[in-house]
């Protein structure tokens, strides 16, 4: 049996920080290769073929198959993504491997290369063991910046019959995750000196009256939204920026804010230009939508067969297994838009993501290898 913590102290070492947005411009701390290139030469040597392409220069998906799968044998595929969020910040040093007190420190350790670890230990295990199912791993680049990467991804040569996405969950199941949408909202104004602001209009004001009807009117709308499991839709200031002296009015501000819509709310496409029409009404000026990045949420029903499989593998393993929700966005929703049922599932808890120090609790990140062995064994039982 392969144990995930010796592959976990494999992993921390391979810087993967994703620091900038696809087709961001700057210099990057780094990118997915590296950690791309272990990859496939740990999957390679499973007996398993892989297929590499790229979202962006640099910037690597993979896909790991078998390579005669066998028809009547049902697929599930594991997927973890390859990056990390920076570094700057952090308390312990972000590559060197600590085991201390039962948990492993180190980026990356909970967000995600603790899942990774035990799905990469979990598949070794079971082609070892020929279990009858074809076994898939997917790992995917730019998902610290919303999801980036999994939508250049093609895995239409491939039936899926349900995906694993290891998430930190604390090996929760969660078949239920929010919509994610940065949309960035503009006022304009009337540039003019400083020293004559009644001759301008200044953006900056506009968009301070913007940020108050937000808060009067669209934020608690928002938290009305109904939908099992949620407590309602959010919306988060995240980013203002306007003017270009002091000593000018400004004639532009925006306004970047961070949705995060239950699965029951109104289209995004919709939402968005209602907002922005409400908005321009109630202030009697204009608000122009400007640039969105949307991340597709997650919906799968609690009575489809993966979620019934990974329950069952719960059981098996003595744990809780009743589906939860978390507001957070993952790569899950981005397959399942494409067709793929997914679920997600891992070790380690969200609140030690991202943070100054990270961590993962060995017993977990152990308990979590097994549950994704059970959910195998139990997903072969759908032969044919």
Same mark, same amino acid.
């Given at each position: 049996?392969?144990?995930?913590? +010796?592959?976990?102290?494999?992993?921390?070492?391979?810087?993967?920080?994703?620091?900038?947005?696809?087709?961001?411009?700057?210099?990057?701390?780094?990118?997915?290769?590296?950690?791309?290139?272990?990859?496939?030469?740990?999957?390679?040597?499973?007996?398993? =073929?892989?297929?590499?392409?790229?979202?962006?220069?640099?910037?690597?998906?993979?896909?790991?198959?078998?390579?005669?799968?066998?028809?009547?044998?049902?697929?599930?595929?594991?997927? !973890?993504?390859?990056?990390?969020?920076?570094?700057?910040?952090?308390?312990?040093?972000?590559?060197?491997?600590?085991?201390?007190?039962?948990?492993?420190?180190?980026?990356?350790?909970?967000?995600?290369?603790?899942?990774?670890?035990?799905?990469?230990?979990?598949?070794? +295990?079971?082609? !070892?063991?020929?279990?009858?199912?074809?076994?898939?791993?997917?790992?995917?680049?730019? &998902?610290?910046? =919303?999801?980036?990467?999994?939508?250049?991804?093609?895995?239409?040569?491939?039936?899926?019959?349900?995906?694993?996405?290891?998430?930190?969950?604390?090996?929760?199941?969660?078949? $239920?995750?929010?919509?994610?949408?940065? %949309?960035?909202?503009?006022?304009?104004?009337?540039?003019?000196?400083?020293?004559?602001? &009644?001759?301008?209009?200044?953006?900056?004001?506009?968009? !301070?009256?913007?940020?108050?009807? %937000?808060?009067?009117?669209?934020?608690?709308?928002?938290?009305?939204?109904?939908?099992?499991?949620?407590? =309602?839709?959010?919306?988060?200031?995240?980013?203002?920026?306007?003017?270009?002296?002091?000593?000018?009015?400004?004639?532009?501000?925006?306004?970047?804010? *961070?949705?995060?819509?239950?699965?029951?709310?109104?289209?995004?496409?919709?939402?968005?230009?209602?907002?922005?029409?409400?908005?321009?009404?109630?202030?009697?000026?204009?608000?122009?939508?400007?640039?969105?990045?949307?991340?597709?949420?997650?919906?799968?029903?609690?009575? $489809?067969?993966?979620?019934?499989?990974?329950?069952?593998?719960?059981?098996?393993?003595?744990?809780?297994?009743?589906?939860?929700?978390?507001?957070?966005?993952?790569d899950a929703g981005v397959f399942a838009a494409k067709g793929i049922?997914?679920?997600?599932?891992?070790?380690? *808890?969200?609140?030690?993501?991202?943070? !100054?120090? &990270?961590?993962?609790?060995?017993?977990?990140?152990? $308990?979590?290898?097994?549950?994704?062995?059970?959910?195998?064994?139990?997903?072969?039982?759908?032969?044919?």
């Open positions: 049996m392969h144990d995930p913590l +010796d592959i976990l102290r494999q992993l921390v070492p391979i810087d993967s920080r994703n620091t900038l947005p696809l087709g961001a411009p700057g210099e990057r701390a780094s990118d997915e290769m590296a950690m791309c290139a272990w990859l496939v030469d740990f999957l390679e040597g499973l007996g398993l =073929g892989t297929r590499v392409t790229y979202a962006a220069p640099r910037r690597p998906n993979l896909v790991a198959f078998p390579k005669h799968p066998e028809p009547s044998w049902p697929t599930l595929a594991f997927q !973890a993504h390859m990056d990390t969020v920076g570094t700057d910040g952090m308390t312990h040093d972000p590559f060197a491997v600590e085991v201390i007190g039962g948990k492993l420190y180190g980026r990356g350790a909970c967000d995600t290369k603790g899942g990774m670890a035990a799905m990469l230990a979990a598949l070794a +295990d079971l082609l !070892a063991e020929k279990v009858q199912v074809n076994l898939m791993f997917v790992a995917t680049c730019a &998902e610290e910046t =919303g999801c980036q990467g999994a939508p250049f991804l093609d895995l239409s040569p491939w039936r899926i019959d349900g995906m694993i996405v290891g998430e930190p969950t604390s090996n929760r199941l969660v078949a $239920a995750h929010k919509t994610s949408v940065y %949309l960035e909202l503009v006022c304009a104004g009337k540039a003019a000196h400083g020293s004559r602001p &009644e001759a301008g209009i200044n953006a900056i004001y506009r968009t !301070a009256e913007l940020i108050g009807f %937000l808060q009067r009117v669209i934020i608690p709308e928002l938290a009305a939204h109904q939908s099992p499991g949620f407590a =309602g839709s959010t919306l988060s200031a995240g980013m203002i920026q306007g003017g270009v002296k002091p000593n000018i009015v400004p004639d532009r501000c925006s306004l970047v804010l *961070d949705l995060r819509l239950v699965p029951n709310a109104p289209p995004v496409a919709e939402l968005i230009g209602d907002l922005a029409r409400r908005a321009g009404a109630a202030l009697g000026f204009p608000v122009e939508p400007g640039w969105t990045q949307i991340t597709a949420g997650l919906g799968t029903p609690l009575d $489809a067969p993966l979620v019934q499989t990974v329950q069952r593998a719960l059981r098996q393993q003595g744990r809780d297994d009743a589906p939860g929700t978390v507001a957070y966005c993952t049922p997914c679920v997600v599932l891992g070790p380690g *808890d969200i609140l030690q993501a991202h943070g !100054a120090v &990270e961590y993962i609790d060995i017993e977990e990140l152990r $308990a979590a290898h097994g549950i994704y062995q059970q959910t195998a064994r139990e997903w072969a039982s759908r032969r044919g």
